[in-house]
Nanobody, 124 residues
């Protein structure tokens, strides 16, 4: 069974950094596209960054350009989200997900497998 588990969320000050982890089990993460999403309270779940099978990355959120990076460690079967220069508006539950296909997509409906999420809070 395909399973994803996020970790690394925390309370941080504006300007701080966090690295989130998305650990895969039941499949080889390098054989799939993985996308990070985030969802603030009362708001829609929004795509942030995706990494493809080839390691190419796609950014879906202009507000995180130059601040967030996605990467993959195939030996650890884990995808990471490095978040720098954090802002209060980055506060959200962060999820990783994978679609059935072998491509990146920003659409929630394309994803069948989700982790439980990890809370990131950036306090002013």
């Amino acid at each position: 069974q395909l399973q994803l588990a996020e970790s690394g969320g925390d309370l941080v000050q504006p300007g701080g950094s966090l690295r989130l982890s998305c650990a895969a089990s039941g499949f080889t993460i390098g054989d799939y596209a993985i996308t990070w999403f985030r969802q603030a309270p009362g708001k829609d779940r929004m795509s942030v960054l995706c990494i493809s099978r080839s390691g190419m990355t796609t950014n879906y959120a202009d507000s995180v350009k130059g601040r967030f990076t996605i990467s993959r460690d195939n030996d650890e079967n884990t995808v990471y989200l490095q978040m720098d220069s954090l802002r209060p508006e980055d506060t959200a539950v962060y999820y990783c997900a994978t679609p059935p296909g072998y491509y990146c997509s920003p659409l929630v409906r394309d994803y069948d497998y989700w982790g439980q999420g990890t809370q990131v809070t950036v306090s002013s």
